[in-house]
């Protein structure tokens, strides 16, 4: 797999979320329905704690079958709620993504343990707080124990495991990339170097968001979507000439002009 990949100026971030709206527009209710269904997923073991491991396992393949959904739509095609469980049929690339679940699974397993130990005496009052407790005495103890130090070295390990897996599990689905330690630094990397555009595009998700605050999350179910799609929008943009569609005819895939840094088809 080529490592070759395209750098966009800041602009572009406000382009690839109007990009994700126009396609969310097509199918809005079918979209939405995805996204209701992976986050059942995901919550799943709250109700069923045995279904922890497989609702972990079942996230990158609902999100590769989110961006097949979504790369049909381009296409013109008509897409359903079941499109979403498309990937789990995609031979030739399941092993892949089940292997990227398992690095993934590791990542969340160390940062867990280094939560743990960052924030120990926090974790500790939490769990012996007495119902009795007054919730501003237990809060105003709990932030004295905190050090800024911890709360950014946190978020700088969970800021770079976010980035490595975002376009690490397109690369390896799409570009059928084996080597998920490459897929992973690639991502990075597409990061870094586009630091600017998706600086923009991720700031513009994150002022819709907390937008959605006031309204009790509610619009989360139309931002959230849209989200999900235009992030995929950047990924073609960034490997527009790399990409491919599990189970589909290369013939089907018509490329747009490398100006407009979205990908149409």
Request: no cysteine; charged share 10%.
């Amino acid at each position: 797999m080529s490592a070759k990949f395209k750098v966009f100026k800041a602009a572009m971030g406000v382009q690839w979320l109007k990009a994700g709206w126009e396609i969310f527009k097509m199918q809005p209710m079918t979209f939405i329905m995805m996204y209701v269904f992976m986050v059942a997923v995901a919550l799943s073991p709250l109700v069923a704690p045995p279904l922890q491991l497989l609702a972990a396992f079942a996230a990158p393949f609902l999100t590769a079958g989110f961006y097949m959904a979504v790369l049909s739509k381009q296409r013109g095609q008509a897409i359903s709620l079941a499109s979403i469980l498309a990937a789990f049929s995609a031979k030739g690339r399941r092993l892949h993504l089940f292997r990227l679940g398992l690095y993934q699974l590791g990542v969340v397993i160390l940062l867990t343990w280094g939560a743990g130990i960052l924030f120990e005496e926090a974790l500790s009052m939490m769990q012996n707080a007495s119902p009795d407790q007054a919730p501003e005495v237990l809060i105003s103890n709990i932030l004295a124990t905190i050090s800024i130090t911890d709360v950014m070295l946190f978020f700088v390990a969970h800021s770079i495991n976010i980035m490595a897996f975002a376009y690490a599990l397109p690369i390896v689905f799409f570009q059928g990339e084996t080597r998920i330690t490459k897929a992973l630094g690639l991502s990075l990397k597409v990061f870094y170097s586009n630091m600017a555009s998706l600086g923009v595009y991720g700031l513009l998700i994150a002022l819709l968001v907390l937008a959605s605050m006031p309204l009790s999350m509610i619009p989360l179910l139309v931002v959230m979507p849209i989200a999900y799609i235009s992030f995929f929008v950047t990924y073609q943009a960034i490997f527009i000439d790399q990409q491919d569609n599990p189970g589909e005819s290369k013939q089907d895939v018509k490329h747009q002009s490398e100006d407009s840094g979205r990908f149409d088809a």
